[in-house]
């Protein structure tokens, strides 16, 4: 069986295990820590699992390795992808997380790691909530099975995001489509930071999808 060799921070929730798990990926320079009172804040009955990506750069932990600002190490993604997903599998298995019932919440190259799962290993997440995502890579499979079908994809994007074009988050809505994700797209006036309106958003958009 695999290690739970990530750092990472779990808090069961107050409703039993048949929750959802809400699992936390933070933005370069994050930690485990960083997103909980987030995921607390869009679901206050869910599970959340916080983890620390792996990659050190200039000391700040990250998901996998990039060679520039948007230019993403592809092998050192696809390993780190597939060794994200054996750790949430892993996880599941020790902490009883339902695996139909885990939901990522990432940010900036959290939201990246959590795009590149879903489009790998689409059995790993029921849904998504994505803030500042990129396109990870670029499928190659078009097998038309859609793997992704009806599942909940919320993309959070900034209109005047420096790091990020518009045309790049509208290309990943689509290819996550093209999966048979039902995908959401909310630009907000904002840049690369998160801003109060669209974490209301979020809430409801996560209440639509996965309130009780
Ligand atoms: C970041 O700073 O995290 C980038 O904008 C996204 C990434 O490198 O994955």
Known sequence: MTQLDFIHEYVPSSSGTDAYTLVLLHGTGGNEQDL?????????DAALLGVRGKVLEGGMPRFFRRLAEGVFDQEDLLFRTDELADFLRAASETYGIHPGKRIAVGYSNGANIAASILLRHPDIFAGALL?????PFEPTDATGTQPLRDKPVLLSAGEVDPLIPQAETNRLA?????QGAAVELHFNPGGHGLMQPEL????????????R
């Open 36 to 44: 909980i009172p987030l995921g607390r804040f869009l679901a206050d």
């Open 131 to 135: 803030f500042r995502p990129m396109v």
């Open 200 to 211: 209301q958003v979020a809430k409801a958009w996560y209440e639509q999808n996965f309130g």
């Open 174 to 178: 689509e290819l996550l489509k093209v």
